[in-house]
């Protein structure tokens, strides 16, 4: 790079300078004003070129392999459990099973565990072709109510899901309206795991956003009833399933995250998972899975982004022999003055 | 005090004025009905004179003299300003989503939608109404001028402008204007007559005679206007500058009005002590104000071509949305039922999700739609190139190298919305007096009895040595010398064969010349301080100094101080032969009715011989003529012709035996004209008593002829006189040329520009001043058009009758065959080097702009490489530009100074005003002033390029930056149902444009340099990459929208592939709406902040930190946000510390997507730098290496290369010598080496 400053033709300028400054601010002035400021004026070179495109893949592709390392180091488990959680006389009519409150829900589904998983082991629950970024879905709740309760009385951007029986609900909104509901539990042959629900919403949500005096108040008693209930007696601080719930996801598909495994599961082992299949996703039609992950630095399973990578930097590296070859071919010097355009009219003239 | 004056000037004109003094005998009491009536209607006012008051009410009540000129007054402003504002397909755009924004269709809270609109908009008012405030200051000013104005009972008093009313008597001292149109009553002249400067008005420079009524006369003194009272009818305002009918009542006798009693507004009252007159027309009424149009606003190419990518966005726009409303609406009608979690059936207060009306709520969403993606059309876009091109101006208007020392005035661009037209000029129509001349004559030589007198040399000569000595040395020209010539292509390297051209220009190249006296700078001691005594042909000399004294129309004047005579001349040429005389001591001193008298200093004797000649008879200039003559008698009682004259017409008129130095004058005649001077020859003619006495009998009858033929008999009468003429030799006067017009129209013409010359001056000033500036040189085809000549039809009176054959239909077929066979000639010239040039003249143009002949008339002028248009109106030269500009489609740009300029310098493209020593109309009109003609060369190719380019890639960038941003909003719409929601919160959208992405943007339009302004100087051709609008194509700008799109496509995909269910950090989080959208604008931040590094080629502090501090302002934007509270910023809150910053994925994403999105534009410009460079890329390249230092030959051949081959202009000039000479020298050569003998070349073969 060359710094460069202006050339030294502001002869006609001397008479004008101003004296309010100091010489140098004066200087520094003119120079602004006679758009003639010291800059630096990169040119692309061949030699750039090639090394920069080269340096990219260079860059690019070891750090796609890493993140593909990484991401095959993850073990990730996947189970969909909405269709086989439906007793076989059902299965014609899911949607009337699942509204159906007088059956239970209970089902299990057995995992084998392929590898061994370290702790921790995160369990999501992934829900598919299910719209909360919708915006009806996404405006219908109310900030201040959650942080102040009942205080906070104007709340109609909760709507339609804003007040029941005259009175008003707490926390308001589709979004809590709709809290998923199904729950899980995991046995393995020593016995029943320890899920570990507490922490699993983000630090700042449950101190900051959700209120440690704020009780759920005539939630789920309207008419409608949409999923899961809370426990008027747990301030939302910490309700953080409810927490985790109204962080609404930016696609139809989409996993939350509903507890944490503290302790090594190994390779082979058999786990069965008790689930209560309460949640209707029967009527759009959305597939229900439950799925447990190691993470790493990485976060979880994520091959998209290696790939991504190794794929970027290898069309730079391809780019750079491109332009090599070409190079080597039919090199042009740098400030060859037969490549303005008079002289290649004359040329072809 | 005026009584002096008048005592001094105690001059009857008319007895000695020839043609325009003549007074109409007989009033017209006799044939004028009483009822003063005039005919027909638009005749109808009524000035009751001396009566001012009479006017204050109905039905006399005129308008005031008060004028304004603004767009605007405090009640209109609003109303008319925001009218304006919307008129903007944009704006209006943008009001109507903000007015939807406070229903529940809008995506947006109202702030969000209304605070920028709100701020543009502001914006682009403030601008309006500081240039409105300007107009109004500028009109304040004519309006608070003060007059002297009759306040009753015999005495005047000044009063201000605008105060004075039609009826009001005026009195208006030299030097002065006039306030209003005025018929004028009296003068200081006894009879009545009085010079008038009209440049304001048509640029002519010479002086007007105007005269008063007989009958007004005796109204001479300010007390005699105590009674005074008369009535004037005559036509309504209107337009026309040469014609006025009316009748004036006075003392109960009815008198006919014509133009040559009324003196128009801001013309000026000049060698007259002061006037008396009547107020006629006042304010808006004047012809001057009927004349002045409305300032058209002006937008430029690049701006009109930026309507149609916002029209093509707006189809994008409107498809998205349909697309959109058509997903809403099906997604409605079909699934949204089972989305139980959305409670469907319940529909609230609004329709916009009402399952029964699927269709409906669609069209609800399409109005939703429109307004989310609404980021397809950049808001700021228009602001921003307001703010760009304000601050391009501040660069225009600091720019010290168009700055004027010596008038204290700086370039000002007086409208910022052109600035980028600047770099796309095509045709430069210019005024010629006062632009590209000072209208200031020098005495630089004569010839006299055969031999040339005057050292110094023209201009046009210096610039013409220096640029072959130039040559010869081979050496390269200093930058910023000030005259930079280039040397011609290939001769520098020193391999060219050397040719020395001293035989064909004689000069040296002076030292700067000292200061002398003004109209003279001849110097040759051989006819100073008396020499000429000692030279061959005394007596002859004698009689050129005394014609030079003589035969004229001036008046002297004493000034006090210096004891020293100035003169008041009707032409700037006869001043300056007079000050020549009175230089060679020959010192015109006193003129009385009927006499002249010289002071004639000879060495012999100290003190000076007074003598006077007697005139007997003055036949003066008009351009029919092309001579003028007075009749004189000597104190010996010769009576003598003298007579000056165009040199055509007095070698014509030569008698045998006064051919004695008529060759050796024509060769200096022809040097001369070579030169770039005004040249005229001078005679004399000694007339016998008898001979005289019968001539004058003849002349006083045709003189005092009543009827239409007097011209033709005072004509014929002269005509006998002025023949048989002696030859005594020829006069060159330099009408000197601003500084630096030759080297500035070389350059301009190098760099592609075509340059006419529009002008309101004779036919022959305008080719002198054509030739002085190299627009013509010799060897040039030179085509005249003019209408029939009608002098030689007038001057036989046997051919009279032919005149009346000659109608309007004649004429015009005659120069309808004129123009054929000019292209018919031009198109069979083969010879490459030939060149034409076109010149003609105001009648003739007059039917050349007719509807049917104007396209043949323009291919003509295209295909010549000067235009010369002569004696044309205000008004043709304004329709010349609106030729121009229609017919070839490009941009043109008219520069002129004065108000007869007025009408082009607004029709054009661009119009550039000179601020120099004429009035302000041509300034006030012009969208850039500049005070030299000079700087139109920097501020076209240096500015106007820089501009243009800045412009481009800003407009460019910003469709690219808005698509890239925009489209994703779209892309996500499809995974959210349709459903209007956006995935970024409110405050991204409303900081991308405004804060976040508009410096950089703003940055690359007004520090972007491709290459520094000595290069932009240096390589003319690089200025044709405006006129060309190589940035500005379709195909440039389709790239750039591709580029957009591709972009929009790489970060939502990739973005959405990457956080797509599974955890995006350590701790097993999942991203929600706020971290994708959050990283995806990070992304958008940094690729289109990356984009626009790779697009500048010229970094100062100031892009770095622009750039830099963007991209960290997000950073900080979101960290202050984030710490806000979460009631203000929702799921934002403590986004960055808590959620994404921890998250190794959050930043290699943003890195992957940067460089994904940056590699096609990448690419795009490294292969265009390596196989298919522009010439910037090139000079860069040669700049960057210093090749340009260390072969400084190929850099100076690469700059003569880079001027356009040019027909114009010294370079052309030289090079036309140069083929001239090299042809000859090979003529010379082969014959001597037939006779093997090579001998070298020497100077004097040449």
Same mark, same amino acid.
């Given at each position: 790079?060359?710094?460069?400053?202006?050339?030294?033709?502001?002869?006609?300028?001397?008479?004008?300078?101003?004296?309010?400054?100091?010489?140098?601010?004066?200087?520094?002035?003119?120079?602004?004003?006679?758009?003639?400021?010291?800059?630096?004026?990169?040119?692309?070179?061949?030699?750039?070129?090639?090394?920069?495109?080269?340096?990219?893949?260079?860059?690019?592709?070891?750090?796609?392999?890493?993140?593909?390392?990484?991401?095959?180091?993850?073990?990730?488990?996947?189970?969909?459990?909405?269709?086989?959680?439906?007793?076989?006389?059902?299965?014609?009519?899911?949607?009337?099973?699942?509204?159906?409150?007088?059956?239970?829900?209970?089902?299990?589904?057995?995992?084998?565990?392929?590898?061994?998983?370290?702790?921790?082991?995160?369990?999501?629950?992934?829900?598919?072709?299910?719209?909360?970024?919708?915006?009806?879905?996404?405006?219908?709740?109310?900030?201040?109510?959650?942080?102040?309760?009942?205080?906070?009385?104007?709340?109609?951007?909760?709507?339609?899901?804003?007040?029941?029986?005259?009175?008003?609900?707490?926390?308001?909104?589709?979004?809590?309206?709709?809290?998923?509901?199904?729950?899980?539990?995991?046995?393995?042959?020593?016995?029943?795991?320890?899920?570990?629900?507490?922490?699993?919403?983000?630090?700042?949500?449950?101190?900051?956003?959700?209120?440690?005096?704020?009780?759920?108040?005539?939630?789920?008693?309207?008419?409608?009833?949409? %999923?899961?209930?809370?426990?008027?007696?747990?301030?939302?601080?910490?309700?953080?399933?409810?927490?985790?719930?109204?962080?609404?996801?930016?696609?139809?598909?989409?996993?939350?995250?509903?507890?944490?495994?503290?302790?090594?599961?190994?390779?082979?082992?058999?786990?069965?998972?008790?689930?209560?299949?309460?949640?209707?996703?029967?009527?759009?039609? %959305?597939?229900?899975?439950?799925?447990?992950?190691?993470?790493?630095?990485?976060?979880?399973?994520?091959?998209?982004?290696?790939?991504?990578?190794?794929?970027?930097?290898?069309?730079?590296?391809?780019?750079?022999?491109?332009?090599?070859?070409?190079?080597?071919?039919?090199?042009?010097?740098?400030?060859?003055?037969?490549?303005?355009?008079?002289?290649?009219?004359?040329?072809?003239? | 005090?005026?009584?002096?004056?008048?005592?001094?000037?105690?001059?009857?004109?008319?007895?000695?004025?020839?043609?325009?003094?003549?007074?109409?005998?007989?009033?017209?009491? +006799?044939?004028?009905?009483?009822?003063?009536?005039?005919?027909?209607?638009?005749?109808?006012?009524? &000035?009751?004179?001396?009566?001012?008051?009479?006017?204050?009410?109905?039905?006399?009540?005129?308008?005031?003299?008060?004028?304004?000129?603004?767009?605007? $007054?405090?009640?209109?402003?609003?109303? *008319?300003?925001?009218?304006?504002?919307?008129?903007?397909?944009?704006?209006?755009?943008?009001?109507?989503?903000?007015?939807?924004?406070?229903?529940?269709?809008?995506?947006?809270?109202?702030?969000?939608?209304?605070?920028?609109?709100?701020?543009?908009?502001?914006?682009?008012? +403030?601008?309006?109404?500081?240039?409105?405030?300007?107009?109004?200051?500028?009109?304040?000013?004519?309006?608070?001028?003060?007059?002297?104005?009759?306040?009753?009972?015999?005495?005047?008093?000044? *009063?201000?402008?605008?105060?004075?009313?039609?009826?009001?008597?005026?009195?208006?001292?030299?030097?002065?204007?006039?306030?209003?149109?005025?018929?004028?009553?009296?003068?200081?002249?006894?009879?009545?007559?009085?010079?008038?400067?009209?440049?304001?008005?048509?640029?002519?420079?010479?002086?007007?005679?105007?005269?008063?009524?007989?009958?007004?006369?005796?109204?001479?003194?300010?007390?005699?206007?105590?009674?005074?009272?008369?009535?004037?009818?005559?036509?309504?305002?209107?337009?026309?500058?040469?014609?006025?009918?009316?009748?004036?009542?006075?003392?109960?006798?009815?008198?006919?009005?014509?133009?040559?009693?009324?003196?128009?507004?801001?013309?000026?009252?000049? $060698?007259?002590?002061?006037?008396?007159?009547? &107020?006629?027309?006042?304010?808006?009424?004047?012809?001057?104000?009927?004349?002045?149009?409305?300032?058209?606003?002006?937008?430029?190419?690049?701006?009109?071509?930026?309507?149609?990518?916002?029209?093509?966005?707006?189809?994008?726009?409107?498809?998205?949305?349909?697309?959109?409303?058509?997903?809403?609406?099906?997604?409605?009608?079909?699934?949204?039922?089972?989305?139980?979690?959305?409670?469907?059936?319940?529909?609230?207060?609004?329709?916009?999700?009402?399952? =029964?009306?699927?269709?409906?709520?669609?069209?609800?969403?399409? &109005?939703?739609?429109?307004?989310?993606?609404?980021?397809?059309?950049?808001?700021?876009?228009?602001?921003?190139?307001?703010?760009?091109?304000?601050?391009?101006?501040?660069?225009? $208007?600091?720019?010290?190298?168009?700055?004027?020392?010596?008038?204290?005035?700086?370039?000002?661009?007086?409208?910022?919305?052109?600035?980028?037209?600047?770099?796309?000029?095509?045709?430069?129509?210019?005024?010629?007096?006062?632009?590209?001349?000072?209208?200031?004559?020098?005495?630089?030589?004569?010839?006299?009895?055969?031999?040339?007198?005057?050292?110094?040399?023209?201009?046009?000569?210096?610039?013409?040595?220096?640029?072959?000595?130039?040559?010869?040395?081979?050496?390269?020209?200093?930058?910023?010398?000030?005259?930079?010539?280039?040397?011609?292509?290939?001769?520098?390297?020193?391999?060219?064969?050397?040719?020395?051209?001293?035989?064909?220009?004689?000069?040296?190249?002076?030292?700067?010349?000292?200061?002398?006296?003004?109209?003279?700078?001849?110097?040759?001691?051989?006819?100073?301080?008396?020499?000429?005594?000692?030279?061959?042909?005394?007596?002859?000399?004698?009689?050129?100094?005394?014609?030079?004294?003589? !035969?004229?129309?001036?008046?002297?004047?004493?000034?006090?101080?210096?004891?020293?005579?100035?003169?008041?001349?009707?032409?700037?040429?006869?001043?300056?032969?007079?000050?020549?005389?009175?230089?060679?001591?020959?010192?015109?001193?006193?003129?009385?009715?009927?006499?002249?008298?010289?002071?004639?200093?000879?060495?012999?004797?100290?003190?000076?011989?007074?003598?006077?000649?007697?005139?007997?008879?003055?036949?003066?200039?008009?351009?029919?003529?092309?001579?003028?003559?007075?009749?004189?008698?000597?104190?010996?009682?010769?009576?003598?012709?003298?007579?000056?004259?165009?040199?055509?017409?007095?070698?014509?008129?030569? =008698?045998?035996?006064?051919?004695?130095?008529?060759?050796?004058?024509?060769?200096?005649? $022809?040097?001369?004209?070579?030169?770039?001077?005004?040249?005229?020859?001078?005679?004399?003619?000694?007339?016998?008593?008898?001979?005289?006495?019968?001539?004058?009998?003849?002349?006083?009858?045709?003189?005092?002829?009543?009827?239409?033929?007097?011209?033709?008999?005072?004509?014929?009468?002269?005509?006998?006189?002025?023949?048989?003429?002696?030859?005594?030799?020829?006069?060159?006067?330099?009408?000197?040329?601003?500084?630096?017009?030759?080297?500035?129209?070389?350059?301009?013409?190098?760099?592609?520009? *075509?340059?006419?010359?529009?002008?309101?001056?004779?036919?022959?000033?305008?080719?002198?001043?054509?030739?002085?500036?190299?627009?013509?040189?010799?060897?040039?085809?030179?085509?005249?058009?003019?209408?029939?000549?009608?002098?030689?039809?007038?001057?036989?009176?046997?051919?009279?009758?032919?005149?009346?054959?000659?109608?309007?239909?004649?004429?015009?077929?005659?120069?309808?065959?004129?123009?054929?066979?000019?292209?018919?000639?031009?198109?069979?010239?083969?010879?490459?080097?030939?060149?034409?040039?076109?010149?003609?003249?105001?009648?003739?143009?007059?039917?050349?702009?007719?509807?049917?002949? *104007?396209?043949?008339?323009?291919?003509?002028?295209?295909?010549?490489?000067?235009?010369?248009?002569?004696?044309?109106?205000?008004?043709?030269?304004?329709?010349?530009?609106?030729?121009?500009?229609?017919?070839?489609?490009?941009?043109?740009?008219?520069?002129?100074?004065?108000?007869?300029?007025?009408?082009?310098?607004?029709?054009?493209?661009?119009?550039?005003?000179?601020?120099?020593?004429?009035?302000?109309?041509?300034?006030?009109?012009?969208?850039?002033?500049?005070?030299?003609?000079?700087?139109?060369?920097?501020?076209?190719?240096?500015?106007?390029?820089?501009?243009?380019?800045?412009?481009?890639?800003?407009?460019?960038?910003?469709?690219?930056?808005?698509?890239?941003?925009?489209?994703?909003?779209?892309?996500?719409?499809?995974?959210?149902?349709?459903?209007?929601? =956006?995935?970024?919160?409110?405050?991204?959208?409303?900081?991308?444009?405004?804060?976040?992405?508009?410096?950089?943007?703003?940055?690359?339009?007004?520090?972007?340099?491709?290459?520094?302004?000595?290069?932009?100087?240096?390589?003319?051709?690089?200025?044709?990459?405006?006129?060309?609008?190589?940035?500005?194509?379709?195909?440039?700008?389709?790239?750039?929208?591709?580029?957009?799109?591709?972009?929009?496509?790489?970060?939502?995909?990739?973005?959405?592939?990457?956080?797509?269910?599974?955890? #995006?950090?350590?701790?097993?989080?999942?991203?929600?709406?706020?971290?994708?959208?959050?990283?995806?604008?990070?992304?958008?931040?940094?690729?289109?902040?990356?984009?626009?590094?790779?697009?500048?080629?010229?970094?100062?502090?100031?892009?770095?930190?622009?750039?830099?501090?963007?991209?960290?302002?997000?950073?900080? #934007?979101?960290?202050?946000?984030?710490?806000?509270?979460?009631?203000?910023?929702?799921?934002?809150?403590?986004?960055?510390?808590?959620?994404?910053?921890?998250?190794?994925?959050?930043?290699?994403?943003?890195?992957? &997507?940067?460089?994904?999105?940056?590699?096609?534009?990448?690419?795009?410009?490294?292969?265009?730098?390596?196989?298919?460079?522009?010439?910037?890329?090139?000079?860069?390249?040669?700049?960057?290496?210093?090749?340009?230092?260390?072969?400084? !030959?190929?850099?100076?051949?690469?700059?003569?290369?880079?001027?356009?081959?040019?027909?114009?202009?010294?370079?052309?000039?030289?090079?036309?010598?140069?083929?001239?000479?090299?042809?000859?020298?090979?003529?010379?050569?082969?014959?001597?080496?037939?006779?093997?003998?090579?001998?070298?070349?020497?100077?004097?073969?040449?």
């Amino acid at each position: 790079m060359e710094m460069e400053g202006g050339s030294s033709s502001g002869s006609a300028g001397g008479t004008q300078t101003h004296h309010r400054f100091s010489p140098m601010r004066s200087r520094a002035f003119y120079r602004f004003t006679q758009q003639n400021l010291p800059a630096c004026k990169p040119v692309l070179t061949p030699g750039w070129v090639i090394m920069t495109f080269l340096i990219m893949g260079i860059v690019f592709v070891p750090v796609g392999l890493v993140c593909l390392h990484a991401s095959e180091s993850v073990v990730e488990i996947v189970d969909r459990y909405d269709v086989e959680c439906i007793p076989e006389a059902y299965r014609s009519n899911k949607v009337a099973y699942i509204k159906d409150s007088s059956i239970s829900k209970n089902c299990n589904r057995t995992i084998k565990v392929q590898k061994h998983m370290k702790a921790p082991i995160y369990i999501y629950y992934e829900l598919d072709n299910y719209y909360q970024n919708h915006r009806r879905f996404v405006k219908s709740r109310n900030d201040k109510q959650l942080l102040y309760g009942l205080k906070y009385k104007d709340t109609s951007s909760c709507k339609p899901e804003e007040s029941s029986n005259g009175l008003p609900i707490v926390p308001c909104g589709l979004i809590a309206w709709s809290l998923f509901n199904d729950s899980y539990a995991f046995v393995r042959d020593r016995g029943e795991m320890n899920v570990n629900r507490k922490n699993i919403a983000w630090k700042s949500d449950r101190e900051h956003k959700f209120g440690k005096h704020v009780y759920p108040f005539n939630f789920q008693n309207g008419t409608l009833i949409g %999923g899961g209930k809370l426990d008027p007696s747990i301030p939302l601080s910490d309700q953080e399933d409810l927490i985790v719930w109204m962080r609404t996801a930016a696609l139809p598909t989409f996993r939350k995250l509903y507890g944490i495994i503290e302790e090594d599961i190994d390779a082979d082992e058999i786990i069965t998972v008790h689930l209560v299949n309460n949640y209707n996703t029967y009527s759009f039609g %959305g597939k229900k899975k439950i799925v447990l992950t190691t993470s790493n630095w990485l976060g979880g399973k994520n091959g998209f982004l290696g790939m991504a990578y190794i794929a970027i930097g290898t069309s730079f590296v391809l780019i750079s022999v491109l332009f090599a070859l070409i190079h080597v071919k039919y090199p042009r010097p740098r400030g060859d003055p037969t490549y303005l355009s008079w002289n290649r009219k004359s040329n072809a003239s | 005090m005026a009584r002096t004056g008048r005592i001094r000037e105690k001059l009857r004109w008319s007895k000695i004025y020839t043609f325009s003094c003549i007074r109409p005998t007989g009033s017209m009491t +006799a044939d004028a009905s009483p009822s003063l009536s005039l005919p027909g209607p638009g005749h109808s006012r009524v &000035v009751r004179c001396n009566q001012p008051h009479a006017h204050r009410r109905n039905p006399l009540n005129y308008p005031s003299n008060y004028i304004s000129t603004t767009k605007y $007054n405090i009640v209109t402003f609003l109303p *008319k300003a925001i009218f304006e504002q919307f008129r903007r397909v944009a704006n209006l755009y943008f009001l109507l989503a903000a007015c939807l924004s406070v229903t529940s269709i809008s995506p947006f809270s109202p702030v969000s939608m209304i605070a920028p609109l709100a701020f543009v908009v502001g914006l682009s008012m +403030a601008k309006e109404a500081l240039e409105d405030w300007r107009r109004f200051v500028q009109d304040m000013k004519v309006n608070i001028r003060k007059a002297i104005v009759h306040k009753g009972n015999g005495r005047f008093g000044n *009063k201000f402008w605008h105060k004075i009313r039609v009826g009001d008597v005026v009195k208006v001292e030299k030097n002065q204007f006039f306030p209003a149109d005025l018929l004028l009553l009296s003068s200081s002249y006894e009879d009545g007559i009085c010079y008038v400067e009209t440049m304001n008005l048509d640029g002519e420079t010479n002086l007007k005679v105007k005269r008063s009524l007989e009958v007004t006369l005796p109204l001479e003194d300010d007390q005699s206007f105590n009674d005074f009272s008369a009535t004037i009818q005559c036509e309504d305002p209107n337009s026309s500058l040469y014609t006025f009918v009316g009748n004036l009542e006075y003392e109960r006798q009815v008198y006919a009005l014509d133009p040559s009693q009324i003196l128009l507004r801001d013309s000026k009252l000049r $060698n007259t002590s002061y006037i008396y007159g009547v &107020v006629i027309f006042t304010g808006h009424d004047t012809k001057v104000m009927q004349n002045a149009t409305e300032s058209p606003s002006k937008r430029s190419r690049i701006e009109k071509k930026m309507d149609y990518i916002i029209y093509i966005l707006f189809t994008v726009l409107v498809l998205v949305s349909l697309i959109s409303s058509i997903g809403f609406a099906v997604k409605t009608k079909f699934e949204m039922p089972e989305w139980w979690y959305l409670q469907p059936q319940r529909v609230g207060d609004s329709h916009l999700y009402n399952l =029964s009306t699927p269709g409906l709520s669609g069209i609800f969403h399409l &109005v939703t739609a429109l307004i989310l993606y609404g980021y397809l059309i950049p808001i700021s876009l228009y602001v921003s190139i307001e703010v760009v091109k304000v601050l391009q101006a501040m660069f225009i $208007n600091q720019d010290l190298q168009m700055y004027d020392e010596e008038t204290g005035n700086p370039a000002q661009a007086r409208t910022s919305n052109l600035n980028e037209e600047l770099g796309q000029v095509d045709t430069i129509l210019s005024d010629k007096t006062g632009t590209l001349t000072c209208n200031q004559m020098d005495f630089l030589k004569c010839s006299i009895a055969g031999f040339s007198y005057g050292l110094r040399s023209s201009e046009v000569e210096i610039a013409a040595a220096k640029q072959i000595a130039s040559e010869e040395s081979g050496g390269s020209v200093q930058n910023g010398s000030g005259i930079d010539y280039w040397e011609n292509g290939g001769s520098s390297c020193g391999s060219s064969p050397e040719i020395k051209l001293e035989g064909g220009i004689t000069c040296k190249i002076e030292k700067a010349r000292k200061p002398m006296i003004k109209g003279f700078s001849f110097e040759d001691d051989r006819l100073m301080q008396g020499n000429w005594l000692s030279e061959p042909d005394p007596d002859v000399i004698l009689l050129f100094f005394r014609i030079l004294a003589v !035969c004229h129309t001036a008046i002297p004047e004493l000034d006090e101080e210096t004891g020293s005579f100035t003169y008041e001349a009707e032409s700037p040429d006869e001043g300056a032969f007079l000050v020549a005389a009175r230089e060679f001591g020959f010192e015109f001193c006193r003129r009385t009715q009927t006499s002249v008298f010289v002071r004639e200093r000879y060495p012999s004797s100290a003190d000076p011989i007074e003598r006077e000649f007697k005139i007997l008879n003055l036949l003066e200039f008009n351009s029919k003529r092309k001579r003028m003559s007075v009749v004189i008698r000597d104190e010996n009682g010769q009576v003598l012709l003298l007579c000056k004259g165009a040199d055509s017409i007095i070698f014509d008129r030569l =008698s045998k035996n006064g051919r004695m130095y008529e060759v050796d004058t024509s060769k200096h005649l $022809n040097e001369y004209g070579e030169a770039g001077l005004r040249t005229l020859a001078l005679a004399y003619r000694k007339l016998e008593e008898s001979e005289y006495s019968t001539w004058n009998t003849d002349f006083l009858k045709a003189k005092t002829a009543i009827g239409p033929d007097r011209e033709a008999q005072l004509e014929q009468a002269s005509d006998m006189i002025e023949k048989e003429l002696i030859l005594v030799g020829a006069t060159a006067v330099e009408d000197k040329l601003q500084k630096g017009v030759p080297q500035c129209i070389d350059k301009l013409a190098q760099a592609g520009l *075509k340059i006419w010359v529009l002008t309101g001056d004779k036919m022959e000033t305008a080719i002198n001043i054509g030739f002085s500036c190299s627009l013509l040189r010799q060897g040039m085809k030179q085509i005249c058009i003019s209408p029939v000549n009608k002098d030689l039809i007038t001057q036989d009176a046997n051919k009279a009758l032919v005149l009346s054959l000659v109608t309007e239909q004649a004429v015009k077929e005659d120069i309808q065959k004129q123009i054929t066979n000019a292209s018919q000639m031009i198109k069979l010239e083969t010879d490459p080097h030939a060149a034409s040039a076109l010149i003609i003249d105001g009648k003739a143009l007059t039917y050349a702009l007719e509807e049917d002949m *104007k396209q043949q008339f323009l291919s003509l002028a295209v295909d010549c490489a000067s235009v010369i248009c002569c004696r044309v109106s205000p008004k043709q030269k304004a329709l010349v530009t609106r030729l121009v500009k229609e017919g070839t489609g490009k941009v043109t740009l008219a520069i002129g100074d004065g108000a007869n300029d007025v009408g082009m310098i607004q029709e054009a493209d661009i119009g550039v005003g000179i601020s120099g020593v004429e009035g302000m109309q041509a300034v006030m009109a012009s969208d850039f002033s500049i005070s030299q003609f000079r700087y139109l060369e920097r501020l076209l190719v240096v500015h106007g390029h820089w501009c243009y380019k800045r412009i481009a890639q800003m407009i460019c960038y910003f469709f690219y930056k808005n698509i890239a941003f925009g489209l994703t909003l779209f892309y996500f719409e499809a995974y959210t149902g349709f459903s209007g929601q =956006s995935v970024y919160d409110d405050w991204y959208m409303i900081l991308f444009n405004v804060i976040l992405t508009s410096l950089p943007v703003i940055s690359l339009g007004v520090f972007e340099q491709d290459v520094s302004s000595e290069v932009c100087l240096q390589f003319p051709a690089l200025y044709q990459q405006g006129p060309k609008n190589l940035f500005f194509d379709w195909y440039r700008i389709i790239g750039w929208m591709s580029n957009g799109l591709y972009s929009s496509l790489m970060i939502f995909f990739l973005n959405i592939g990457i956080f797509f269910t599974q955890a #995006f950090r350590q701790g097993g989080q999942t991203a929600d709406m706020a971290a994708i959208g959050t990283t995806m604008f990070t992304c958008i931040i940094w690729a289109v902040n990356m984009q626009i590094s790779l697009t500048m080629c010229h970094f100062t502090w100031i892009q770095i930190v622009l750039v830099c501090g963007s991209i960290a302002t997000w950073y900080l #934007f979101l960290l202050a946000y984030g710490e806000s509270s979460p009631l203000i910023s929702g799921n934002a809150f403590h986004i960055l510390v808590e959620a994404l910053a921890p998250s190794p994925v959050f930043w290699s994403v943003t890195l992957l &997507v940067t460089a994904a999105c940056n590699l096609p534009y990448l690419i795009h410009i490294s292969y265009q730098r390596l196989y298919n460079p522009m010439d910037h890329h090139v000079i860069q390249e040669i700049k960057y290496y210093k090749k340009d230092v260390e072969d400084q !030959c190929m850099w100076t051949r690469e700059r003569s290369k880079a001027r356009s081959a040019t027909k114009i202009g010294f370079t052309a000039r030289v090079d036309a010598k140069i083929r001239q000479l090299k042809g000859k020298l090979h003529m010379k050569v082969s014959s001597l080496s037939a006779q093997t003998v090579v001998l070298p070349p020497s100077p004097d073969v040449l």
